[in-house]
Every structure is written in C-alpha cells, then in structure tokens.
C-alpha cells in the first residue's frame, strides 16, 4: 500500500549547497518517501533561501533577533511554523544555532544533522563550518568525513545515521577540505539519511 511522503523542513544558515544536493535528490527520485515542503533560514539574505525559491519550495525567515534575541522565543517561533505546516522530519543542514532540549525533545528522532567531521572528532560546541577543517588540518588528521546524525540535547552528540570517510590531500587549506568533504560525502550522505529515516516515519 502506498504511504504519503513524510513532509521535511530544511533548516540554514548560510549557502546551502546541502539543501540544494537535498532538491537534486529528490528530484532524482532518491528520495521517494520524503517531501521537502519548507525552508526556513535564521540569517535574512542567505543563498539558501533563493535556491528553495528556484525550487518551488516554501521558505520563511526566522531570526533570533526578530524574536527579541531570546533563544525560548525563537524556538517557539520555529515550533510553531513547523506545525503549521505539518513537518514529521527536520534536517539541519548548516544550520548555526544549537538547539534546546525542549526543542529537541518535541522532535525526538525526528531532527538530522549533516557534520563536516567524522564525530567524534572535530565536533560539540564551537565547531562548524570552516572551524571544523582547520582544527582537522591543525591535527594533521589524515582522512576526515562527514556525519550524518539524530540530534539531540548534547551538540553533535545525537545517534550516529551515516558516516562517510575522506582523505586529507597535500596542501590542503580548510577552504578545499571543506568541498572536498561537501563533494565526496555531506552532499551523498545527507540525502540517503533523509530517504531512510522518512521511509521509517512514512511507515509508521
Ligand atoms: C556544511 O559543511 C555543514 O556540514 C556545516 O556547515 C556547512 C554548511 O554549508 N555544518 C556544521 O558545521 C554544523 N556543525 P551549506 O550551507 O552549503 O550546506
């Protein structure tokens, strides 16, 4: 018996290529049992926000600032968009604020993340974008990744999904690592983790 696609919102930050590889997966059929049906950004103005209106996508902007810079009156605010419109999974994808356990209890198992790590190394608190390559580079680490996790109240702390490795190059700054970790896992594993875990809500 065929089952309605569970309906996903993408939260961003910034430029969104994890939310565009999200778009080029579904429209490649890769991603049967889910629907993108919002965007919402926390930064006004980001790229993402013209790539979901290229796509057709509903997007809304809702900043902390506009919810008078308190976190509990920002997560109201998204709590409330998402059950307008009737969202069953959230993907965070670059998205730059951590979220409460309140936030994160009302979504239990329902909340991914995309870190350019391979967790637990490079990842918590303090560690995102740029911030993560450089700290790998720093290490000398040889092969870093990419993660695909639940999230839950710890930051980045959330039950493994997928994991996919990649090697540090010679020469390497944090600018290529991070698209060479984009390229060769975030932008492969993100959209095979949304498709298994919207197959599992579908189901149920
Ligand atoms: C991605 O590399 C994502 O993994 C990272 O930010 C970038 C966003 O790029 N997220 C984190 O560091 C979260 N801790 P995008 O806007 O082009 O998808």
Redesign the pocket.
């Known amino acids: 018996m065929a089952t309605d696609p569970c309906r996903i919102a993408v939260l ?8 565009q590889a999200l778009i080029d997966a579904q429209n490649r059929g890769d991603i049967p049992h889910g629907e993108i049906a919002l965007v919402i950004s926390n930064k006004e103005g980001a790229y ?1 926000l013209e790539r979901a209106a290229k796509a057709g996508i509903p997007a809304v902007v809702i900043t902390k600032a506009a919810c008078g810079g308190d976190q509990e009156s920002f997560e109201d605010a998204l709590l409330a968009q998402l059950a307008a419109c009737e969202i069953e999974l959230v993907v965070l ?2 998205f ?1 604020s951590i979220l409460s356990k309140r936030f994160t209890d009302a979504y239990e198992k329902r909340i991914l ?4 790590s391979l967790i637990p190394s490079f990842c918590g608190e303090g ?3 740029l911030r ?1 390559h450089r700290a790998a580079l720093d290490k000398g680490v040889k092969v870093t990744g ?1 993660t695909v996790h639940f999230v839950n109240e710890i930051p ?1 702390g959330g039950e493994i999904i997928l994991q996919k490795a990649v090697e540090i190059e010679e020469g390497d700054t944090p600018e290529i690592l ?1 698209r060479r ?2 390229e060769q896992a ?1 932008w492969i594993i993100l959209p095979r983790a949304v498709e298994i875990v919207s197959e599992k809500i579908a189901q149920n």
């Open positions: 961003v930050s910034g430029g969104g290529t994890n939310l993402a994808a670059g730059m993340n995309v870190h350019p560690f995102y974008g993560v990419a980045d991070q970790v984009m975030e």
